[in-house]
């Protein structure tokens, strides 16, 4: 097993960190060399990979210091993410690719529910859903019900307002999303499907 890695968790080496610098440098210059305005060139359809949220977990780098962006291996290969505070060097981390915490839709437990039972709610487009009460809540807790996303990487080229087509994880279908203003090359962003 190499240095970094353990079962399941591992840090790219300096090789990889390295292709993952000369990628984003290639970004930079093909933007610049492109000489396109701000917020995209209009019309642009580029293909992208998606993949579901999920957990990114990695060994800390022994020379860490807070703030770090590291290299771990991503759903489709290298990826910087910034270390959680409070992870100490050597020591397992766990960094979430997911929608964020402005994708959740608050939902209150109703005073006839209890845990397991399936509740009404309004989606983030007022599209009806259904959410189950998690284990341990009473009426009146709160907790966050998250729409079906899919985490969209942003290709090395692709500018903000750039259409992205992308396969589902599963297989059930294409879908397409707009890059968002601040989506920077190789990060990933939520889309909802």
């Given at each position: 097993m190499d240095a970094g890695e353990e079962e399941g968790v591992a840090?790219?080496?300096e090789a990889a960190t390295a292709e993952v610098e000369e990628q984003e440098?290639?970004?930079a210059a093909a933007a610049a060399a492109a000489n396109a305005p701000?917020?995209?060139v209009q019309g642009r359809t580029l293909e992208a990979e998606a993949c579901w949220p999920q957990d990114l977990i990695f060994m800390v780098p022994e020379d860490h210091r807070p703030g770090d962006l590291i290299c771990v291996h991503g759903p489709h290969g290298p990826l910087r993410v910034q270390c959680p505070e409070?992870?100490?060097p050597g020591r397992q981390a766990t960094v979430?690719?997911?929608p964020e915490a402005s994708f959740a839709i608050p939902v209150t437990?109703?005073?006839d529910a209890k845990p397991g039972d399936k509740i009404q709610l309004k989606g983030r487009n007022g599209e009806d859903s259904?959410?189950?009460v998690p284990p341990g809540m009473k009426p009146g807790d709160q907790f966050n019900v998250f729409p079906p996303t899919v985490m969209v990487q942003v290709p090395t080229v692709a500018q903000t307002g750039d259409q992205l087509v992308f396969d589902l994880p599963d297989a059930r279908g294409r879908l397409s999303a707009s890059v968002p203003p601040g989506a920077l090359p190789g990060s990933y962003f939520a889309a909802m499907y």
């Open positions: 840090l790219l080496d440098a290639e970004a701000p917020g995209g409070g992870a100490a979430r690719l997911g437990v109703p005073d259904l959410a189950e």
